[in-house]
T-cell receptor
């Protein structure tokens, strides 16, 4: 039972344009969401997070949007840079301090 | 910062031997550490949750006698793969969570350990 899904295994965008990575979840108990970036043969790096009491959180070029009614969140990167090319995982947590459930990841490629 | 290290980064061992992987939180105390496994082109699979001073909680399907976890201090957890077989070859990643406040949702990951069993 995949409770967190990233339906796009890959995404390719041009440098300078916006990258939009999507994530859907099924468990209505999830109340905290995170995005991680991962390079090959490295551990994931925390990017940005959002609590279910918010619908938007912004940090520099990264913005996460949460639509609770649709059980959908997205990560916007603008402007995209070649160094952003990596696998992006969304993750969700059901209660304070509990385990994270990860999506399958989306490979982002930003072309110069 | 929130730095987590893992050692070794890469290990090759023969079938039947045991391998120990260390996970350390370098600049914070980790009340909880997690061990994940990642197969190529797949998501991170949580293997177990380890709290300092208590027994690890294993996910369904993970053999606790094969994957021994020890969390002896607030900065160190170890994963020992016992009697390793080629199917145990994988990328093992640990993460650590700080206690307190909203930051306890966030996990900080180590760089991972590539295990190859020949």
């Amino acid at each position: 039972d995949q409770q967190v899904k990233q339906n796009s295994p890959s995404l390719s965008v041009q440098e300078g344009r916006i990258s939009i990575l999507n994530c859907d979840y099924t468990n209505s108990m999830f109340d905290y969401f995170l995005w991680y970036k991962k390079y090959p043969a490295e551990g994931p790096t925390f990017l940005i997070s959002i609590s279910s009491i918010k619908d938007k959180n912004e940090d520099g070029r990264f913005t996460v949007f949460l639509n609770k009614s649709a059980k959908h969140l997205s990560l916007h990167i603008v402007p995209s840079q070649p160094g952003d090319s990596a696998v992006y995982f969304c993750a969700a947590s059901a209660s304070f301090g509990s385990r994270l459930t990860f999506g399958e990841g989306t490979q982002l490629t930003v072309n110069p | 910062g929130a730095v987590v290290s893992q050692h070794p980064s890469r290990v090759i061992c023969k079938s039947g031997t045991s391998v120990k992987i260390e996970c350390r939180s370098l600049d914070f105390q980790a009340t909880t550490m997690f061990w994940y496994r990642q197969f190529p082109k797949q998501s991170l699979m949580l293997m177990a949750t380890s709290n300092e001073g208590s027994k690890a909680t294993y996910e369904q399907g993970v053999e606790k006698d094969k994957f021994l976890i020890n969390h002896a201090s607030l900065t160190l957890s170890t994963l020992t793969v016992t009697s390793a077989h080629p199917e145990d070859s994988s990328f093992y990643i640990c993460s650590a969570r700080r206690g307190g406040g909203q930051s306890s949702y966030e996990q900080y990951f180590g760089p991972g350990t590539r295990l190859t069993v020949t």
